[in-house]
């Protein structure tokens, strides 16, 4: 039997991971409405989204089943079961972008045109989901493949928007530490008064 707050957060854990996954799916789809309007993407990328919409489903089946449940919802979870063929199959698609890419050699900003900006905040609520996922994960009521996926996913993201800003003719906006400034306004508005 499962005990009753374990239930209550699974719950509560099930809808923020829905409300996650309605906000990526959104998101994902205006990107790829924009995918069409770019000449030099492959149009393979729009067929991977829609795939990893269907992935996202799935998901939510596997949290939505306590993987420690009792003998009669013994078939809910073979049926939820996460494939871990899944994760490979992202691996493999990161690692095909990072080929198209240059090296990246500094940190870089959110950026590049329609597509990459609605990709990258997919990304951040993949990150998102990634952290509430933690819980089921750590008290095992989803499977380990189904949070390497969310892990992998935000990673595949970030390359896909990275394409997308390099078909769209947009520069990277490379990261810049902030300068030090030697004098202290604060205390110069102080001696001022």
């Known amino acids: 039997m499962i005990e009753y707050l374990n239930a209550w957060d699974l719950q509560t854990n099930l809808m923020l991971i829905l409300d996650q ?20 993407l492959d149009k393979r990328f ?7 919409q269907c992935r996202l489903i799935d998901l939510g089946s596997q949290v939505a089943t306590p993987r420690k449940a ?17 994760v490979l199959e992202l691996e493999k698609r990161i690692d095909f972008m990072d080929e198209k890419l240059p090296p990246l050699k ?3 900003l959110p950026s590049g045109g329609l597509a990459a900006s609605h990709i990258h905040v997919a990304r951040t609520i993949c990150r998102r989901a990634e952290r509430n996922l933690i819980p089921l994960f750590q008290e095992e009521q989803i499977e380990t493949h189904a949070y390497q996926y969310v892990n ?7 390359m896909l928007a990275r394409i997308c800003a390099q078909a769209e003719g947009k520069g990277e906006v490379i990261y ?5 400034h030697d004098d202290h306004p604060a205390e110069e508005n102080k001696s001022q008064q």
């Open 21 to 40: 996954q309605s906000k990526f799916t959104i998101n994902s789809i205006k990107a790829r409405e924009y995918f069409s309007g770019i000449e030099d």
């Open 46 to 52: 729009a067929e991977e989204v829609e795939e990893i």
């Open 70 to 86: 009792d003998e009669i919802h013994e078939k809910k979870i073979i049926h939820t079961a996460f494939d871990p063929n899944n």
């Open 106 to 108: 500094n940190f870089i």
């Open 152 to 158: 992998r996913l935000s990673d595949y993201l970030f």
């Open 176 to 180: 810049k530490k902030a300068k030090k």
